[in-house]
Structure formats: structure tokens, C-alpha cells
């Protein structure tokens, strides 16, 4: 069983505060839950024309060669800088047609909605094309365990089951080991697609170790990753 994460943490895992601990049949889905960043910001080039005192946008005008001295910037109500010398090194206000070229100089290029998205992660801006690297934990069973199937085969965007804590708590209570779910995941090829998990309630009832992981858009072809290659054949379907 697979798990993908993104947090810092020591130790092995823990149920979360639904007192479970949740996994995929393959790491192809479970690393679309690594999120390729810790945080993302979209903007347009006018947002690069002036100074800002948002210290990500600061430090990609930097990045780009767009220098102010926000020192001597006077702030109008709002954040707006309503006086300003030029950037460092320029004679004029950069033009939009100067920020674009100075962004794909940098390769950095809009989406479908004619915006930037900036990655940051721990507030630093992450380089055009790359993903920081979270973890894929790999699970294996010490012994049977007994899982109540609360999956139907089709999932429900409207009544999603992962929230279903009061079945959870009567599942365990009765004596099972875990739980079957339709659940979903987001791939920003496909969207919302549903798969299978099983939740776990104790992790002595599991060995798991993790390698080093990073987000992989979802495909049909395949269930491994470049990092984990060749998962053994899924059995949530017999569950």
C-alpha cells in the first residue's frame, strides 16, 4: 500500500484526526497527494511593473533583474506605492512587453488563463519546471488484517466517504482493522477522479519505509513512478 505526503515529520506514521491512516494500491496516485509546492501564487506582468511590499513578488522582481529601493517608497492606503524612483539600472518604468520577455528569459511562461504561476516553497521561489521533493511511504502488512468495505465501486463528490467519521469510529469499535473507501484525488490533467483507499487504524499492524518522492501526473497506462517503478499487482479490488 502506498502513501505520498509533502510534511516534515520524524518518526513513522500515525493515524491522522480521523484515527486513520490512508493509502492507495499505487504510488502513481498515491504521489498526485505531493503537492508540487508548498504554496503557488498566480499574477500577470502588471502585477511586476511597481514596487510591492509582497516580499514574494520583491524577490521575483529581483529575480528577473527589476530592483526597487522600497525604502524610499511612499505607501498609499491599500499597499499602493504612490511614489517611487525607477529600478536599479533602468531609465524607465518597465513596460509589460519588458516584463514578459524578461519572464520567459527566465523560464517562466503563463497558463491557459494568461497568468504566472509562481511556486514558492517555505517562501522561496522554486525555479520554472521543478517540484520539491516530498515522500512516498511504502506499506506491507505484518499479518491479515479484517477490512470493512464501505466502498460501492463509485464515489460521490457530493457525499464524499473520508468524511464519514462516525462510521469510522463504529467500524473500529466492532473490531475491524480498517476501512475501504471510494475516495479521490486531483490531477491537473485529469481533475477529480475517483480511486480506492483503505484506512488503517493501527500502525503496528504494518511495516512501512519511505524514499524520497516528488508529484507525478496521473496516466492510465501505467500504475508506477520513475521513483518506485514496479508495484506489485493491486488486490483492493477483492476486498
Given at each position: 500500500?502506498?502513501?505520498?505526503s509533502?510534511?516534515?515529520f520524524?518518526?513513522?506514521l500515525?493515524p491522522?484526526g480521523?484515527?486513520l491512516?490512508w493509502f492507495?494500491d499505487?504510488p502513481?496516485?498515491a504521489?498526485?497527494?505531493?503537492?508540487?509546492?508548498g504554496g503557488e501564487m498566480?499574477?500577470?506582468?502588471?502585477?511586476?511593473?511597481?514596487p510591492?511590499q509582497?516580499q514574494?513578488?520583491?524577490e521575483?522582481?529581483k529575480?528577473?533583474?527589476?530592483?526597487?529601493?522600497?525604502s524610499?517608497?511612499k505607501?498609499?492606503?491599500g499597499g499602493?506605492?504612490?511614489?517611487?524612483?525607477?529600478?536599479?539600472g533602468w531609465?524607465?518604468l518597465?513596460?509589460?512587453?519588458?516584463?514578459?520577455?524578461l519572464?520567459k528569459?527566465?523560464?517562466?511562461e503563463k497558463d491557459?488563463h494568461?497568468?504566472?504561476?509562481i511556486r514558492t516553497?517555505?517562501?522561496?521561489?522554486l525555479k520554472?519546471?521543478t517540484?520539491v521533493k516530498?515522500?512516498?511511504?511504502?506499506?506491507?502488512?505484518?499479518?491479515p488484517?479484517?477490512i470493512?468495505?464501505?466502498?460501492?465501486?463509485?464515489?460521490d463528490?457530493?457525499?464524499?466517504?473520508?468524511n464519514?467519521l462516525?462510521?469510522?469510529?463504529k467500524?473500529?469499535?466492532v473490531g475491524y482493522?480498517g476501512?475501504?473507501?471510494?475516495?479521490?484525488?486531483q490531477s491537473?490533467e485529469?481533475?477529480?477522479?475517483?480511486h480506492?483507499?483503505v484506512?488503517?487504524?493501527?500502525d503496528?499492524?504494518?511495516?512501512?519505509?519511505d524514499?524520497?518522492?516528488?508529484?507525478q501526473?496521473y496516466?492510465?497506462?501505467t500504475r508506477?513512478t520513475?521513483?518506485?517503478p514496479n508495484p506489485p499487482p493491486?488486490y483492493f479490488?477483492?476486498?
Amino acid at each position: 500500500m502506498f502513501h505520498g505526503s509533502l510534511e516534515s515529520f520524524t518518526g513513522g506514521l500515525k493515524p491522522g484526526g480521523d484515527g486513520l491512516i490512508w493509502f492507495t494500491d499505487s504510488p502513481k496516485i498515491a504521489q498526485l497527494y505531493i503537492p508540487q509546492s508548498g504554496g503557488e501564487m498566480a499574477l500577470n506582468e502588471r502585477s511586476l511593473q511597481r514596487p510591492s511590499q509582497d516580499q514574494t513578488i520583491q524577490e521575483l522582481q529581483k529575480m528577473i533583474g527589476i530592483e526597487y529601493d522600497t525604502s524610499k517608497v511612499k505607501w498609499g492606503p491599500g499597499g499602493q506605492a504612490n511614489s517611487f524612483s525607477g529600478p536599479k539600472g533602468w531609465d524607465h518604468l518597465p513596460t509589460e512587453e519588458d516584463i514578459n520577455g524578461l519572464m520567459k528569459k527566465y523560464g517562466f511562461e503563463k497558463d491557459d488563463h494568461d497568468l504566472y504561476r509562481i511556486r514558492t516553497h517555505h517562501g522561496k521561489i522554486l525555479k520554472p519546471n521543478t517540484k520539491v521533493k516530498g515522500r512516498l511511504f511504502i506499506a506491507r502488512v505484518k499479518k491479515p488484517l479484517s477490512i470493512y468495505k464501505k466502498a460501492m465501486g463509485e464515489g460521490d463528490l457530493t457525499d464524499v466517504q473520508y468524511n464519514d467519521l462516525s462510521t469510522f469510529k463504529k467500524v473500529e469499535e466492532v473490531g475491524y482493522d480498517g476501512i475501504l473507501i471510494d475516495d479521490f484525488a486531483q490531477s491537473k490533467e485529469w481533475g477529480n477522479f475517483g480511486h480506492l483507499s483503505v484506512g488503517v487504524f493501527d500502525d503496528k499492524k504494518i511495516s512501512v519505509h519511505d524514499i524520497p518522492a516528488e508529484y507525478q501526473e496521473y496516466d492510465r497506462e501505467t500504475r508506477g513512478t520513475p521513483e518506485y517503478p514496479n508495484p506489485p499487482p493491486t488486490y483492493f479490488h477483492k476486498l
